[in-house]
């Protein structure tokens, strides 16, 4: 299991993957740049209940919109990830 993952699943807020912020939205972010899907980085959370999976899609948009802005505009995984839970990521 890669760092980042592990770190966001036990919503650990500093030294997570990497992350120059230090934060859910920037582990979140590392692990999509480094080829992970959003459902492959949330999946743990949703399974131990810790969001709903209807939370976990508005805290991708969220933390992608935050963090990086850049992967909202061109990870067609996250991009398609958020149309199926009626994000508009381009909003």
Same mark, same amino acid.
């Given at each position: 299991m890669? $760092?980042?993952v592990?770190?966001?699943? &036990?919503?650990? $807020?500093?030294?997570?993957?990497? &992350?120059? #912020?230090? &934060?859910?939205?920037?582990?979140f972010?590392?692990? @999509? *740049?480094?080829?992970l899907?959003p459902? *492959?980085?949330? *999946?743990? #959370?949703?399974?131990?209940?810790?969001? &709903?999976? #209807?939370?976990?899609?508005?805290?991708a948009?969220?933390?992608?919109?935050? #963090?990086?802005?850049?992967?909202?505009?061109?990870?067609?995984a @996250?991009?398609?990830? $958020? *149309?199926?839970?009626?994000?508009?990521?381009?909003?």
């Amino acid at each position: 299991m890669r $760092l980042g993952v592990v770190c966001l699943a &036990s919503v650990l $807020l500093a030294g997570c993957g990497g &992350s120059s #912020s230090g &934060s859910l939205s920037g582990a979140f972010c590392s692990d @999509l *740049q480094d080829g992970l899907t959003p459902f *492959q980085i949330l *999946q743990p #959370s949703v399974a131990d209940g810790t969001y &709903s999976a #209807s939370e976990a899609a508005d805290l991708a948009y969220g933390w992608a919109a935050i #963090s990086c802005p850049d992967e909202l505009r061109s990870n067609e995984a @996250l991009r398609t990830y $958020l *149309q199926n839970w009626n994000i508009n990521p381009d909003a």
